[in-house]
């Protein structure tokens, strides 16, 4: 499905008149995390590939880490999406640092999920912004 030497996450769109449907290797997965970027349902399956179904076609690509397994979703957090880990470590940080400053769980919890949110919406915005110029000044 994906030829070897492929980067991982370069996609490779799929046709569904070539490929009406997928194998039972691949199973549905939940769509609370992540960025469907518009999909219908997202898959996984073997050697950590990852399928966006579309309505024509399926978008697919092969990621560090599979966030099925524990061992997996670490890499994946890290290698793949590593905007949830500097928001996962940037949260950890600022949580720390309010309880030890307040002893206040609840403070500490705030704090936490505010440096979160924040960490993860600024990398989000700033990728935004980069690849917007990036394709500004590629348009030919």
Known sequence: MIPNGTPPHKEIKISKLKLP?????????SDILGDKKGAIKQYRGPNNIHILEYKDYWAVHWDWGDPRRIDGALVHIFADA??????????????RKKYDETKSIGE???????AGLFAY?????????VNWIISFFTEE
Do not use: N, Y
């Open 21 to 29: 449907q997928l194998s039972k290797d691949f199973e549905e997965i």
């Open 82 to 95: 590593p905007e949830v880990g500097f928001a996962l470590v940037a949260a950890t940080i600022a949580g």
């Open 108 to 114: 500490a919890v705030v704090e936490s999920a505010l």
């Open 121 to 129: 919406g600024g990398i989000i915005v700033t990728r935004e912004v």
